[in-house]
T-cell receptor, first 115, second 113 residues
Framework: DAGVTQSPTHLIKTRGQHVTLRCSPISGHKSVSWYQQVLGQGPQFIFQYYEKEERGRGNFPDRFSARQFPNYSSELNVNALLLGDSALYLC??????????????FGDGTRLSIL | AQSVTQPDIHITVSEGASLELRCNYSYGATPYLFWYVQSPGQGLQLLLKYFSGDTLVQGIKGFEAEFKRSQSSFNLRKPSVHWSDAAEYFCAVGAGNTDKLIFGTGTRLQVFP
């Protein structure tokens, strides 16, 4: 079975532009989470979506937004890009059933570079 | 607030030597604890998890971890390291009623032949 897939693999943008990153979860998984990993740091939680509803949001500005589609794939959008947004963006999926914590399965990420 | 501390930024071991990576967490309730490994340019692979029950958990690739509530620790161990184990290792705690993970800053493992 395919794992979590993310596209594109690499992306170069300039300050002020916007970007859309895409994620397809493992088949059957209904929850998608997004993380930002700055070089030399651990991943930081941005969003979690379950059944197309936002379930959790990390401490990120409103420039960051996301959505989940009926097929459970997800997009992360970042507006007005800043140099500090340069990072590896990781998507993770899980079954997402409420009442029990689900291990997250990660994709290989999108490397975003801001010039 | 929940947090994870990995005190060792960088560890170097010889191939065949034993390994222990330290992890301390801060969390008010019973924690869900995880170890992930990340190879350069790749995503995170789940090594093992602790939810409840036996405090010694076995994972993939010969890794194990022990949950010690009294010390708020969840250290990762391997009896004999292989060169292919060289990577970045992250400890994480599951927080709240979402599937949110809080990660430590990671420990980079180098293995010498």
């Amino acid at each position: 079975d395919a794992g979590v897939t993310q596209s594109p693999t690499h992306l170069i943008k300039t300050r002020g532009q916007h970007v859309t990153l895409r994620c397809s979860p493992i088949s059957g998984h209904k929850s998608v989470s997004w993380y930002q990993q700055v070089l030399g740091q651990g991943p930081q939680f941005i969003f979690q979506y379950y059944e197309k509803e936002e379930r959790g949001r990390g401490n990120f500005p409103d420039r960051f937004s996301a959505r989940q589609f009926p097929n459970y794939s997800s997009e992360l959008n970042v507006n007005a890009l800043l140099l500090g947004d340069s990072a590896l963006y990781l998507c993770a999926s899980s079954w997402g059933d409420r009442g029990s914590f689900q291990p997250q399965h990660f994709g290989d990420g999108t490397r975003l570079s801001i010039l | 607030a929940q947090s994870v501390t990995q005190p060792d930024i960088h560890i170097t071991v010889s191939e065949g030597a034993s390994l222990e990576l330290r992890c301390n967490y801060s969390y008010g309730a019973t924690p869900y604890l995880f170890w992930y490994v990340q190879s350069p340019g790749q995503g995170l692979q789940l090594l093992l998890k602790y939810f409840s029950g036996d405090t010694l958990v076995q994972g993939i690739k010969g890794f194990e971890a022990e949950f010690k509530r009294s010390q708020s620790s969840f250290n990762l161990r391997k009896p004999s390291v292989h060169w292919s184990d060289a990577a970045e290792y992250f400890c994480a705690v599951g927080a709240g009623n979402t599937d949110k993970l809080i990660f430590g800053t990671g420990t980079r493992l180098q293995v010498f032949p």
